[in-house]
């Protein structure tokens, strides 16, 4: 099933702030892409039924296994491709910024082609 990339891009940003905290909250996300409230709150309202995220009474959002394998997808791409564009010379700011647009649209087939050519480098 084919996600909006606003929503792979919120859980992305739900599994990288869970990695450098404790929780999570709407505040958090907010803050971290720097958008409204109300509209982290409607997207929460819709990843929450959509089964992708879990948010408990106190308002801690945690991703389900759904919500994590995508958002795993999009960090790995997110990583690795910015990783390589800075490889090649891209300064950093704008690798980081590529590899966010670059990751929700490229095929799987494509993302394992440029791992696969990384990997087989790297061992050079």
């Given at each position: 099933?084919?996600?909006?990339?606003?929503?792979?891009?919120?859980?992305?940003?739900?599994?990288m702030l869970s990695k450098k905290q404790p929780t999570v909250r709407s505040i958090d996300i907010a803050n971290e892409l720097s958008y409204t409230k109300a509209s982290v709150s409607i997207a929460?309202?819709?990843?929450?039924?959509?089964?992708?995220?879990?948010?408990?009474?106190?308002?801690?959002?945690?991703?389900?296994?759904?919500?994590?394998?995508?958002?795993?997808?999009?960090?790995?791409?997110?990583?690795?491709?910015?990783?390589?564009?800075?490889?090649?010379?891209?300064?950093?700011?704008?690798?980081?910024?590529?590899?966010?647009?670059?990751?929700?649209?490229?095929?799987?087939?494509?993302?394992?082609?440029?791992?696969?050519?990384?990997?087989?480098?790297?061992?050079?």
């Amino acid at each position: 099933m084919k996600i909006q990339e606003s929503a792979e891009n919120y859980l992305e940003t739900i599994l990288m702030l869970s990695k450098k905290q404790p929780t999570v909250r709407s505040i958090d996300i907010a803050n971290e892409l720097s958008y409204t409230k109300a509209s982290v709150s409607i997207a929460m309202k819709n990843l929450r039924e959509n089964g992708y995220v879990k948010v408990d009474n106190d308002g801690y959002i945690t991703l389900t296994e759904k919500g994590l394998t995508i958002a795993e997808t999009m960090y790995e791409r997110h990583t690795l491709l910015s990783n390589w564009l800075t490889q090649l010379g891209v300064n950093k700011e704008t690798a980081l910024e590529d590899a966010c647009r670059i990751e929700h649209v490229l095929s799987s087939e494509s993302f394992e082609a440029i791992k696969s050519h990384i990997a087989k480098n790297d061992k050079k």
